[in-house]
């Protein structure tokens, strides 16, 4: 008698565990689902083209935009493309380093127009892929950031 009490204790714990397991299943999905459909909200941002107005600058060096090829990012933050590049280049780790490197080898040797737009295409999404200032980059170089911040503090004051 004490026994099946106990056996149907274990029985309704157990359903009951199944039930949590489900629920806790359910969640995982409906935060995958919207975690994509974050993702994929983010992609159409930094798809979206941005307006420039005449006079912007570039972030890295200052200097006008529209004198050299350059990239604009959703939080408005552009760049001349060589100021990106050599930005990464300092700031960057290891491994973006070595992307630049081999996408930027791909460009020099591109010799048809199809394979030249198909490097350019990954070279925009390796320099591109997020905003150096704003990026997971910057979150990681910020120390940096504030060294050369009071380095030009004192230029100016010069
Ligand atoms: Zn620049
Ligand atoms: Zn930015």
């Not at 941002?45 to 570039?58: D, F, H, K, N, P």
């Not at 700031?91 to 040797?109: D, F, M, P, S």
């Not at 990681?140 to 911040?149: I, N, T």
Request: glycine residues 8%; negative net charge.
């Amino acid at each position: 008698m004490a026994i099946d009490d106990f056996k149907e204790e274990i029985c309704n714990a157990l359903e009951e565990y199944s039930k949590q397991v489900d629920r806790l299943k359910q969640q995982m999905d409906d935060s995958a689902r919207s975690s994509q459909s974050i993702q994929s909200s983010i992609a159409d941002l930094t798809r979206r083209y941005a307006v420039i107005q005449a006079g912007e600058s570039c972030s890295i060096c200052g200097y006008p935009l529209l004198t050299r090829q350059f990239y604009v990012f959703p939080c408005r933050h552009a760049f001349h493309a060589d100021c990106l590049v050599n930005k990464l280049k300092e700031e960057g780790n290891v491994t973006l380093k070595r992307r630049i490197g081999e996408v930027q080898g791909e460009l020099g040797r591109s010799g048809s127009e199809e394979a030249r737009v198909k490097a350019m295409e990954e070279f925009d999404g390796v320099v591109a892929g997020e905003c150096v200032l704003c990026g997971d980059l910057m979150v990681k170089s910020v120390d940096l950031g504030f060294a050369s911040e009071g380095n030009e503090l004192e230029g100016w004051r010069i």
